[in-house]
């Protein structure tokens, strides 16, 4: 990466304090002589998890030079708890020190705009590069080589152990599942997300029968219960015969099938590896790569996929075996209408109501859509990314926060999981009516009908909750959010959007087959924009503001591919840098506020004022 000015990165500073440290506070002079990368997260966000992953390797092969640092920055109310905080960092298996953010200063004071990203900081305290989404591991690899290098030189590189400090273990029968399903025994199968397997209940949702994956290790492999290997499974759909249960293995990004009498795991779709823009859609179910399915339910004679890495609805035809994309266009926001339009953002649950209605929980819109016959997307309860809350009553006036599953219930009514409201709740299609069915259940994340009772995953309490269905819903009192980030003021008139991308160091652009960017660019109201809106090749925008709308949301969604640049070697690695913005903004007269006529995001590398956008 070429030279920059040298920008003293700020200290790292949060009101929830430090997590993964033994207790010891942390500060950048601590770890002055370490390669830092402070990586900006929040666990709802499908990307940040993603970014987690790409990261492990790197973390390994560099354990003595590098500290990961996880400033955890919240989008929803829920995510600024600090006990949500701690449950997270287990629950995804997170191995470096996080800080814990929850008013967002140190977001601030690095100007990061979206989730997630990545600073690299120095071995002398100096921010050499910011990266914006997924799939920046390898440019990072590469300069903390050359960081590694120069440092070394210099006498200014600190090998040893980091102040990584692993927690203690905790006993029990499930920690974190994920989803449940009912086998026609009467017993559950859980999945355990956390340790890395399928667990098989009584009928009384607590005696294990048995455990399938192994020792609990993450990983993907074929095989009987003892060698079977899954990687934080999570969505789960018995088979119309009944005889087997199809298991969304996200972190695999593949399905699963777990054959019920012998406990055998094969895999019908998915190449292990993470799907990204340019890759096939549709395909042979084994070479078509997948992103993050997180569940899976039948729909119109075809295994529907919550594909929540892609903000897509795929399908898997077990006939033909074949996957292809059902709706959604990888931009992330809420649009209804045919699939091929539709937009999702992290769709988490399936539910079907017969041949009727496929039921989705939208989690980052904190709504609940559904999916007719013809494959047209409607919304029934939500508005938009930043919208969020419990509130009961009419569906237009209704609030969710962050769901992530669906059931349908005997009356065609859905019970929903509203996970960071901790609580169940009711939309009712005939009346257009949401009401609240159980509170005090801890991050519910499913539920499975037995009877006249419903079976709730409550996550965080990791256990199964049985509840009766009540005649009448629980009242709860209204609460009403938007998002915590700050509006970007900007003046009336035109906006300039930049999204600042350099190709890391030895890598070109790609243009072999023509441009190798992408910028999409709409907004909530579609108001906002006279004109710009639309996709192009530029990384550039002129948007002219409408005079008469003061506030909203610029959406963004950036790509640019790279491949090594090196006229030697035949077969060049290429690489594919995403990353969608949803950035709030108001409008202001000159003179009043900050107001400002450029945005800059950083899609990779560094602003022309050195210190991000």
């Not at 390669?35 to 993603?50: E, G, M, P, Q, S």
């Not at 030079?65 to 949500?84: D, L």
């Amino acid at each position: 990466m070429s030279k920059r000015a040298r920008v003293r990165a700020p200290e790292l500073v949060g009101k929830g304090g430090w997590l993964n440290t033994g207790g010891d506070e942390l500060s950048l002079q601590d770890l002055r002589g370490k390669i830092v990368i402070a990586d900006f997260w929040t666990f709802c966000c499908v990307n940040c998890l993603h970014v987690l992953d790409e990261l492990r390797e790197l973390e390994e092969r560099h354990r003595d030079t590098v500290v990961i640092v996880g400033v955890h920055s919240p989008k929803f109310v829920h995510e600024a708890e600090h006990q949500a905080v701690v449950d997270a960092v287990e629950r995804y298996g997170v191995e470096h020190p996080v800080l814990d953010d929850p008013e967002l200063v140190t977001w601030k004071q690095y100007a990061v705009r979206a989730w997630p990203t990545l600073v690299v900081i120095d071995p002398e305290g100096y921010v050499v590069a910011q990266h914006a989404g997924e799939g920046h591991a390898h440019a990072i690899e590469k300069l903390v080589e050359e960081l590694e290098a120069e440092h070394a030189a210099k006498g200014t590189l600190r090998r040893g152990d980091g102040p990584y400090v692993a927690p203690e273990p905790v006993a029990g029968a499930l920690r974190f599942p994920g989803r449940a399903v009912l086998l026609p025994s009467g017993n559950f199968l859980v999945s355990d997300t956390t340790r890395h397997q399928l667990v098989e209940l009584a009928e009384d949702g607590e005696s294990v029968v048995r455990r399938i994956g192994g020792e609990g290790e993450r990983g993907l492999a074929d095989g009987g219960p003892a060698e079977a290997r899954f990687s934080e499974p999570q969505g789960l759909a018995l088979t119309p015969e009944g005889d087997a249960v199809i298991v969304a293995d996200t972190v695999n990004h593949a399905l699963r099938r777990v054959e019920l009498a012998s406990g055998v795991v094969t895999t019908p779709a998915g190449t292990g590896r993470q799907w990204w823009q340019g890759s096939p859609t549709s395909g042979p179910a084994r070479e078509v790569d997948l992103s993050s399915p997180w569940d899976v339910a039948w729909f119109g004679g075809k295994l529907w996929i919550a594909m929540a890495g892609t903000h897509q609805l795929w399908t898997y035809d077990p006939q033909a075996g074949t996957v292809a994309v059902a709706a959604g266009t990888t931009n992330e926001g809420l649009v209804d209408g045919p699939g091929a339009e539709a937009w999702f953002a992290q769709p988490s649950g399936l539910a079907a109501d017969g041949d009727a209605r496929l039921w989705v929980a939208d989690s980052e819109t904190s709504a609940l859509r559904w999916v007719d016959p013809e494959g047209t997307v409607h919304t029934a309860v939500g508005t938009g990314l930043f919208d969020f809350g419990h509130r009961d009553g009419e569906a237009a006036q209704a609030l969710f926060q962050h769901p992530l599953a669906v059931t349908v219930l005997p009356d065609g009514s859905v019970a929903v999981s509203d996970t960071y409201n901790h609580a169940l709740r009711r939309y009712d299609p005939a009346s257009g009516e949401v009401s609240t069915l159980a509170t005090d259940l801890r991050e519910p994340s499913g539920a499975v009908l037995v009877g006249e009772e419903i079976v709730v995953v409550e996550s965080a309490r990791h256990r199964l909750t049985r509840l009766r269905l009540p005649e009448e819903a629980v009242r709860v009192e209204a609460v009403a959010h938007r998002t915590q980030r700050a509006a970007t003021e900007i003046t009336p008139g035109t906006l300039r959007l930049d999204v600042v991308f350099q190709a890391p160091a030895g890598q070109k652009l790609d243009t072999r087959y023509g441009p190798s960017t992408r910028l999409l660019v709409s907004s909530t109201p579609p108001e906002l924009l006279l004109d710009g809106d639309g996709a192009g090749t530029d990384l550039f925008r002129e948007l002219p503001l409408n005079p008469e709308i003061t506030e909203g949301v610029l959406h963004v969604s950036a790509m640019a591919a790279s491949c090594d640049d090196d006229p030697a070697n035949e077969y060049p690695a290429c690489h594919v840098h995403q990353q969608d913005w949803g950035v709030p903004v108001r409008v202001v007269a000159p003179g009043e506020g900050d107001g400002t006529d450029r945005l800059a995001l950083v899609l990779a590398g560094m602003d022309e004022d050195g210190a991000g956008s």
